[in-house]
């Protein structure tokens, strides 16, 4: 079974680095930029978009767990900012 449980503001600062770092590599691959700007950009719109980090309203983030409690992954579920309803 896997437990989905609130991110502790911890995990929540381990998630997004790791997601933005992940995030400006793909982005640069796929644009043929520098990742260090890629970051840099994606560094510019997290305020914005969750401008309470993990307590940002609208947006739920989980940490999924086995039954031993193991980490498996993340869970982010939100709505963007100007997206259609």
């Known amino acids: ?8 503001q911890d995990e929540f600062n381990r998630w ?3 997601s ?3 995030q400006a590599e793909d982005r640069a ?7 260090k700007a890629e970051r840099g950009q994606l ?14 309203p609208d947006h739920a983030f989980r940490i ?3 039954e ?3 980490e498996l992954g993340f ?8 997206a259609p309803e």
């Open 64 to 66: 999924a767990r086995d």
């Open 43 to 56: 560094e510019a719109m997290i305020p914005v978009l969750l401008p309470k980090g993990v307590d940002s």
């Open 75 to 82: 869970v982010w579920v939100g709505v963007l900012p100007g």
């Open 68 to 70: 031993a409690g193991n």
């Open 1 to 8: 079974m896997v437990k989905l449980e609130r991110l502790s």
């Open 16 to 18: 997004l680095a790791q």
């Open 29 to 35: 691959w796929v644009n043929g930029t520098d990742p």
């Open 20 to 22: 933005a770092d992940r």
